[in-house]
């Protein structure tokens, strides 16, 4: 008998093909149920949160109308009563635009220090820190701001306006510093920070480290890689990140209440006394507000809802714009 008879004649029989169950199993079925209802719920409260807004706001709105979004005055005592926060919603994107300004680079450099350069006995430690500094309460920042922060900056505030006053943002009609629109978006800034290191890093590691290490093997720097490589892959998350840490900021209450000198003046001169938030003025009146003035808080607060959602819209609309640009790259 040849060798090719003993290997047929030894050959194993081969497995029947498994039954493929068409449709979906019990489980899938569940499951789909389970985070249809959730995303369902998510979207119930938001309206209902929204629904309740309006119909408590619209008293006070149907009082001061479209001059609600376009006046400066809030008088709830007058005859008739006015109501106007045109000034604070200026005064509340000025502030987290300073807050981004001073958070992102810093962010963005902690996250790409703890993934690529700091050793991983140094590193773990690092990314427990950041995500503790992202659960200490604003009261916290707050008081360490107005306590702390706030008396030394008043010699970089003055160094800004000597040096920097020719730009609109840095000039002072007078050289008192201290519990400005400045040093509240700098706190709120070191608030949100942590924030939007920890995503950037969890999404800066997720970058494939075959290329990285390709990137190295080809002779380029570790600089080059992170450039050419890592900051591309990550940029959505990035922004995201940024945007995040945008809405954080727009909502913001505590520290800017504790820190701010509030007013309802509209200025472009950041480093002087003064200015004002949505928040803040929800905070620093609601204990003692009357029914009227009550309504115009939460119309108030319905602007800060709409304003959220409409930066919420546009970071999700970057976010996708930008994935699809690194995808086809």
């Not at 926060?85 to 509340?92: K, S």
Request: proline share 6%; glycine share 10%.
């Amino acid at each position: 008998m040849s060798d090719v008879d003993l290997r047929v004649g030894t050959a194993q029989p081969l497995p029947e093909p498994r039954e493929i169950t068409p449709g979906l199993t019990t489980g899938d079925r569940v499951f789909r149920f389970v985070a249809a209802a959730a995303a369902a719920g998510v979207v119930a409260i938001l309206g209902l949160v929204a629904l309740f807004l309006m119909l408590e706001a619209e008293p006070a709105l149907k009082v001061s109308g479209f001059r609600f979004l376009t006046t400066f005055e809030w008088n709830p005592d007058g005859t008739p009563a006015h109501f106007g926060i045109a000034a604070l919603v200026y005064g509340t994107v000025v502030i987290a635009v300073i807050a981004l300004v001073v958070a992102l680079p810093i962010a963005v450099g902690s996250a790409l220090f703890v993934n690529e350069y700091a050793p991983a006995r140094l590193g773990r430690p690092l990314v427990a820190l950041l995500d503790l500094l992202a659960a200490v309460p604003s009261l916290i920042y707050g008081m360490w701001g107005l306590y702390y922060l706030q008396p030394h900056l008043n010699g970089p505030s003055r160094w800004l306006s000597d040096h920097l006053g020719f730009i609109p943002f840095f000039h002072t009609s007078r050289p008192v510093f201290g519990s400005s629109m400045f040093i509240a978006g700098l706190v709120v800034g070191l608030m949100v920070l942590p924030i939007i290191a920890s995503v950037t890093r969890e999404v800066l590691s997720q970058a494939p480290r075959v290329v990285c290490e390709a990137a190295l093997a080809l002779g380029g720097s570790r600089w080059g890689m992170i450039r050419s490589v890592i900051l591309p892959f990550g940029r959505s998350g990035i922004v995201g990140a940024a945007m995040l840490g945008l809405g954080r900021a727009l909502g913001e209450t505590i520290a800017i209440a504790l820190i701010l000198a509030f007013n309802f003046r509209i200025t472009a001169q950041i480093l002087a006394p003064g200015g004002g938030s949505v928040a803040g003025l929800i905070a620093n009146n609601f204990g003692e507000a009357g029914d009227l003035q009550r309504h115009a808080l939460v119309a108030a607060g319905l602007a800060l809802f709409v304003i959220t959602l409409i930066v919420n819209m546009i970071a999700r609309i970057i976010v996708n714009r930008t994935s699809q640009g690194t995808i086809e790259a």
